[in-house]
């Protein structure tokens, strides 16, 4: 057999990529993953109207790149899918960048300068050129009014990459009457909510990075209100999937009525009962805000229930990560641990819905964080427990490495056990198996904690066993742990 070659034609191609799905919210985020990779501490996104003549820019303060590299990045399919990527590498597909561009406007435009290069290299992709000739013909120089006002406000930046967005045609589809400049408008404030609940944890912490769009700074948006007292948060467990760990912690969110008004209506960009369910994070990166994988109902007494999946950049084919970074499903060897967990949260959720929930704290206002001491319950138990969420620990914790935060939390949680409060805890011990499964999951995480902080097998378990939410358990630790 005689191999013949059969290269797509351009026009026809790069017209069929505008209509991968993207959306304005997800085409920002594609384009700010290349800026996170590369390792930028501050995102400008520049919205400008100006009519027929309206552009999008993404600046950042990035690596860069030079002249070769940036050539291969702007090429359809520019890497290969299964190369494996780095563990903070948000990409996979080589395509991100100009299907997210295409499906907004018919001009792309970057720009990239790399640390103490002379001058920024450039490439420009323009659609009506390509449906002209039918070439993949790249451009080395741009002139346009949007280009140079872009470029513009680069300024004097030693390295980092701009993208230029313009002809902007599947984003302004309508006359230019004061009404459809209002709805160009509200559909940047939809977008900013999207990014502030994508990129909720890469705008917080310690090695925080800054987003603004048109100078407004994006406020990170946490959808499981860690920072409130009455938030209830689960012991994190791992599953296990062809020799990789996807990290699950579920988040059971306050009744409405330990909340203000600001953090009920704080609920997220869909409302209540649509953000119940998984959040499934690629790299910290959000993919998914909120879904059952169609193995449980949304329903009105769940939609307390959310919960943290944390997955790798490797596991990108068995979740089914799509090319928009907008949906994943569960693979099948996973379906039982996913539905067990989505079960448990979902009948804590119900709990807390119609009876307010375990946590019974509630002479303190909901937006007054400064309490030392939680109180919930623990096998039918009143327990009380160091508010984690306090600024004082919240401050120590973003100055220890993980090694130093991982001790800490460890001493946290024996503080905890010994307290004198808990030391003789009142009331039944429920039989519930699920519960007494996960208080032993629990038990078994504390003392491998203790092991790893330096205690010996033997003492660790012995420190375990002397809480009083741990009695009777020595047989079903010594079995997780196999000691």
């Keep these: 057999m005689n191999p013949k070659l059969a290269i797509p034609d351009a026009a026809p191609l790069v017209l069929s990529l505008r209509s991968v799905g993207y959306t304005l919210e997800t085409a920002l985020a594609d384009i700010i993953d290349n800026s996170i990779t590369a390792k930028a501490t501050e995102i400008n996104i520049d919205i400008k109207w100006n009519k027929e003549f309206s552009y999008i820019s993404i600046r950042d303060n990035g690596y860069g790149m030079n002249e070769a590299d940036l050539h291969q990045a702007m090429k359809i399919g520019s890497k290969n899918p299964i190369v494996p990527r780095g563990h903070n590498d948000l990409g996979r597909f080589g395509m991100g960048l100009k299907t997210a561009a295409f499906s907004l406007c018919k001009r792309l435009t970057v720009g990239s300068k790399l640390l103490d290069a002379t001058a920024m290299c450039l490439r420009v992709w323009d659609i009506d050129n390509i449906a002209e000739t039918n070439r993949w013909e790249l451009f080395d120089g741009s002139s346009t009014p949007g280009w140079e006002d872009a470029f513009g406000r680069f300024g004097n930046c030693k390295q980092g990459t701009i993208v230029v967005l313009e002809k902007l045609d599947r984003l302004i589809t309508e006359n230019l009457s004061d009404q459809a400049i209002g709805r160009f408008w509200q559909r940047i404030a939809d977008m900013e909510r999207h990014l502030s609940m994508v990129f909720h944890r890469f705008l917080s912490g310690a090695q925080a990075i800054a987003i603004f769009i048109n100078g407004k700074k994006v406020e990170p948006w946490d959808p499981f209100m860690r920072n409130c007292l009455a938030t209830q948060e689960f012991r994190e467990e791992f599953l296990e999937c062809n020799g990789m760990s996807i990290r699950a912690q579920a988040f ?232």
């Design 252 to 483: 059971i969110l306050p009744h409405h009525s330990k909340l203000s008004v600001k953090e009920y209506d704080e609920a997220g960009p869909s409302g209540w009962l649509e953000q119940q369910g998984f959040y499934v994070y690629r790299n910290k990166r959000l993919i998914v805000p909120g879904t059952w994988f169609k193995m449980l109902r949304k329903n009105e007494p769940g939609q307390l229930a959310r919960i943290q999946l944390d997955l790798t950049g490797d596991m990108d084919f068995e979740w089914k990560i799509d090319v928009k970074k907008s949906s994943a499903a569960p693979p099948s060897t996973l379906r039982e641990g996913i539905r067990r967990i989505a079960r448990t949260a979902q009948e804590a959720s119900r709990k807390v819905y119609y009876y307010r929930g375990a946590i019974i704290n509630q002479q303190i206002k909901a937006e007054d964080n400064d309490a030392i001491w939680e109180q919930a319950s623990i096998r039918g138990r009143t327990f009380f427990r160091i508010n984690r969420g306090h600024a004082l620990i919240k401050d120590v914790k973003g100055q220890l490495g993980a090694d130093a935060e991982k001790k800490l939390n460890t001493f946290l949680s024996l503080v905890e056990g010994f307290a004198p409060m808990n030391a003789s805890l009142t009331g039944p011990v429920s039989g519930e198996a699920s519960q007494e499964n996960e208080l032993i999951d629990s038990a078994a995480i504390f003392c491998s904690d203790l092991i790893d902080a330096g205690y010996t097998k033997c003492e660790a378990l012995r420190k375990v066993l002397q809480i009083s939410i741990y009695e009777g358990m020595a047989e079903a630790i010594e079995n997780k742990l196999q000691l």
